[in-house]
């Protein structure tokens, strides 16, 4: 059964700095991986897709990594607003579109 | 423009009684799903539909259940609320079930039970 988990589960960093969220996975049978952003009461957005043959990808300060063979994706967040505060979660697709969510973590950028 | 709509945004029912919480969707997309969130966890699935093809997952309790009568609209039927059916029901659409197609998902559905 796959299973995934996502260290730290908060962070609190201040306003400007780079920082790596980590998200495990124990099934390396997959065929895709999300990150997702939620703010607090709403749905979840999302902020990059990688493919399972893919090794990384970049949005704007986004970027997120995936090494399949050892289960581990990061997201990299680079001159950290205020903005960015969320929960972000990650996901891997497991086929037919079935994501298998990790707990999140909880991001505060403080100005 | 919101493109995955749930409605209500808050709902609240009692204990023991029926509710139907509803999605819909612009994108005209085939594949709409549901998900479940209690406070502080993962989302969960629960089932989805290929367009009017129903795949439940093998561990959503009998209790819930769906309807999707057209391609934009979906519905989570919820038979007879427990207490701990309280949590975020999450409403999401893809394209197809293709690995390349992200889910889309709309505010969710925050239910509370009396």
């Known amino acids: 059964k796959q299973e995934v988990t996502q260290i730290p589960a908060a962070l609190s960093v201040p306003e400007g700095e780079n920082l790596v969220l980590n998200c495990s996975f124990t099934d390396s049978a997959i065929y895709n991986l999300q990150w997702f952003r939620q703010d607090p009461g709403k749905g979840l957005t999302s902020l990059l897709l990688?493919?399972?043959?893919?090794r990384e990808q970049t949005s704007g300060r986004l970027n997120a990594s995936l090494d399949k063979s050892s289960g581990r994706s990061t997201l990299y967040i680079a001159a950290s607003q205020p903005g960015d505060s969320a929960t972000y979660l990650c996901?891997?697709?497991?086929?037919?579109?079935?994501?298998?969510f990790g707990t999140g973590t909880r991001l505060l950028v403080s100005p | 423009d919101a493109m995955v709509i749930q409605n209500p945004r808050y709902q609240v029912t009692q204990f023991g009684k029926p509710v139907t919480l509803s999605c819909s969707q612009t994108l005209n997309h085939n594949v709409m799903y549901w998900y479940q969130q209690k406070s502080s966890q993962a989302p969960k699935l629960l089932f989805h539909y290929y367009d009017k093809d129903f795949n439940n997952e093998a561990d959503t309790p009998d209790n819930f259940q769906s309807r999707r009568p057209n391609t934009s609209f979906c519905f989570l039927d919820i038979r007879s609320p427990g207490l701990g059916d309280a949590a975020m029901y999450l409403c999401?659409?893809?394209?197809?079930?293709?690995?390349?197609?992200?889910?889309?998902f709309g505010d969710g559905t925050r239910l509370s039970i009396l």
């Open positions: 996901a891997v697709n497991t086929g037919f579109q079935k994501l298998v």
């Open positions: 999401a659409t893809s394209t197809d079930r293709g690995s390349d197609q992200p889910q889309h």
């Open positions: 990688i493919q399972s043959s893919q």
